[in-house]
């Protein structure tokens, strides 16, 4: 396949989920490069007038959010490490369905859909791992599960017609980030973010901007992209203590210490995730619970991604690294200003 890069010409684009840090980022490239950008969200968004508000589970605000675009680029999921089955399935799988099939209806050509390497991580240690195949039934937590079921279906639209790719950033990261950097720095501060085996797992990570890019690239590069699922990372992996102990210093918080053994984590996470959800919903709207079985399976097992393909399929390598990520992280929360990328 070719590595020429092409210029785009302009599209009319759909972005779903454009409030939140990626999509939002992702609005915002497609603009700089020229696009048309429709977004499509519940709550208002700071990326232009050309602006659907509405749910995935209301069809006929989908319909609306479709009419006159030649391609979408598919974000907006509830995302949590908890949360009742029957909320994710709402959203996650017969939201994406209702999406591709107004979409397809609407004439548009090309379908991004944004999922996660969770897909088809079952638990194991990941090292240097390709993409592999979703699997709702080995997939671990209920979004993961749902991300799966609904890659699945968006896949099996793909068609000459209808053209739909699959693209997987690995924990995205970045000033604004309240998934990720909040929550470490929050409870770094607090003393309530324990290592577990001693932060020592190797994992993949993804900073904001290179996101956004692969995922735009995905569309650029539907010809080569389409029926594929494609792993998005930094390619740099790094101990997940490192990480967590350069996220720390850039808020300006202690990095922690104390190391609590993953098998250990992992129990005490199905617990506090039954009891969570037991003590009712009103407790998730607010915040997620210390620890899932899910979450301490990621913070404990190496999960890290050969991005040959990606960065073949895509013509794409990543513009910033890890370390001037964390720069610029230092720079968001009045710390050393950034330094330019070499």
């Not at 454009?18 to 519940?42: D, E, I, N, W, Y």
């Not at 609590?260 to 995730?273: H, K, M, T």
Request: glycine letters at 12%.
């Amino acid at each position: 396949m070719s590595t020429e890069a092409m210029p785009e010409a302009p599209r009319r684009v759909l972005v779903t989920g454009a409030s939140g840090l990626l999509g939002g980022a992702v609005a915002q490239l497609l603009r700089a490069k020229g696009h048309r950008v429709r977004t499509f969200q519940r709550r208002a968004s700071a990326h232009g007038a050309d602006e659907v508000r509405g749910s995935l589970t209301d069809p006929a605000a989908v319909r609306r959010a479709v009419a006159g675009v030649d391609a979408v680029i598919h974000l907006a999921a509830k995302v949590s490490f908890t949360g009742s089955w029957h909320d994710f399935v709402a959203t996650n799988i017969t939201g994406t369905t209702t999406l591709l099939a107004e979409a397809r209806d609407a004439g548009v050509r090309d379908f991004v859909f944004v999922s996660s390497p969770s897909v088809a991580h079952f638990g194991e240690p990941l090292a240097g791992a390709g993409a592999g195949v979703a699997d709702p039934d080995r997939a671990r937590g209920n979004y993961a599960r749902s991300k799966a079921a609904a890659e699945l279906l968006a896949l099996a639209q793909d068609s000459p017609d209808f053209r739909v790719a699959s693209i997987r950033p690995h924990v995205v990261w970045g000033p604004g980030d309240t998934q990720l950097v909040e929550r470490v720095i929050e409870r770094a501060a607090g003393g309530r973010l324990p290592l577990l085996d001693g932060g020592a797992a190797l994992i993949d990570t993804t900073y904001i901007d290179n996101a956004a890019g692969a995922i735009v690239r995905g569309l650029e590069r539907m010809e080569y992209a389409h029926g594929r699922a494609l792993v998005v990372t930094n390619g740099e992996p790094r101990p997940v203590g490192e990480l967590m102990a350069g996220i720390c210093r850039a808020g300006g918080v202690p990095a922690p210490r104390i190391s609590v053994p993953g098998w250990l984590a992992r129990g005490a996470g199905s617990v506090i995730e039954r009891v969570w959800l037991a003590a009712g919903a009103r407790n998730l709207v607010h915040d997620e619970p210390p620890m899932t079985r899910f979450l301490a399976e990621q913070l404990s097992t190496a999960h890290w991604f050969d991005q040959r393909e990606t960065r073949e399929v895509l013509d794409w390598k990543p513009e910033v690294g890890i370390d001037e990520g964390l720069a610029r992280l230092a720079a968001h929360y009045g710390g050393i200003p950034s330094r330019k990328s070499s």
